[in-house]
């Protein structure tokens, strides 16, 4: 079986095992910015927790904007790397004012996902990853983004090298994922490392891919 038949086959299984899941479009696209820069490095419950005391502090973007940067890095304190992410935001949302006249990021809807992505990824302290959560979530396009679990579930399934970096993961998967199926092999594969396949203790006795996965013959990788 070669990487791409693989690939189908994790999908088709994990499907199967977690139910058809689909990104839901969450929030407006700068929201959904700040929320992928503060949920880098943490965890889902301090990252959402963040988000959510950020949005409470003030009433809309342009007063996040204008607000001192002690006042951002305080709201969102929970979320860790405080002092960076406020920062972060700050400069995102003055490079936006600056190049584009306002802070919306409605304008990316009409762009194709390279252009969106070069966008995205010219902006302060967002890596293809935070661009890709956002394209994904954000305008429901078509890409792979690649977390810790989707990084570590493909190496460990074998659909990756062990040596590949985030960056190049995310090219590969999607050179094996059919448009369509990527939005949900993400969010499945994310499950599967959250839920079953940790980074501690993969629990292969219930994994629904354990079939499939490289690791049970070569542990380590
Ligand atoms: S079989 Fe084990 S290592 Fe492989 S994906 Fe499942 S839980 Fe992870």
């Known amino acids: 079986m070669d990487r791409s038949e693989k690939a189908m086959e994790v999908d088709r299984r994990l499907d199967e095992a977690f139910g058809s ?10 929201d959904e910015l700040i929320h992928a820069v503060l949920s880098q490095n943490t965890s889902r419950k301090n990252y959402n927790l963040a988000y959510r005391r950020l949005m409470e502090r003030f009433p809309g973007i342009e007063e996040i904007a204008k607000a001192p940067l002690s006042e951002i890095e305080e709201a969102i304190r929970p979320g860790g790397l405080s002092r960076q992410k406020s920062k972060t935001i700050k400069e995102i949302l003055l490079a936006l004012k600056e190049e584009r006249g306002d802070y919306s990021l409605d304008f990316l809807r009409e762009s194709s996902v390279t252009e969106a992505r070069r966008f995205l990824t010219a902006l302060p302290g967002v890596g293809p ?3 890709s959560i956002v394209l994904m979530f954000g305008i429901g396009r078509q890409v792979l983004p690649v977390d810790t679990h ?8 074998g659909l990756i090298d062990r040596k590949t970096t985030a960056e190049q993961a995310e090219a590969e998967l999607e050179d094996l994922v059919p448009p369509a199926k990527r939005p949900r092999m993400h969010l499945n594969m994310v499950h599967l490392g959250r839920e079953v396949c940790s980074a501690r203790n993969p629990r292969h006795e219930i994994c629904p891919v354990n079939m499939l996965c490289d690791y049970i013959f070569r542990p380590g990788s």
């Open 21 to 30: 899941r689909l990104p839901r479009e969450r929030r407006e696209l700068t």
């Open 129 to 131: 990853k935070t661009a």
């Open 150 to 157: 989707v990084l570590r579930t493909a190496k460990r399934i």
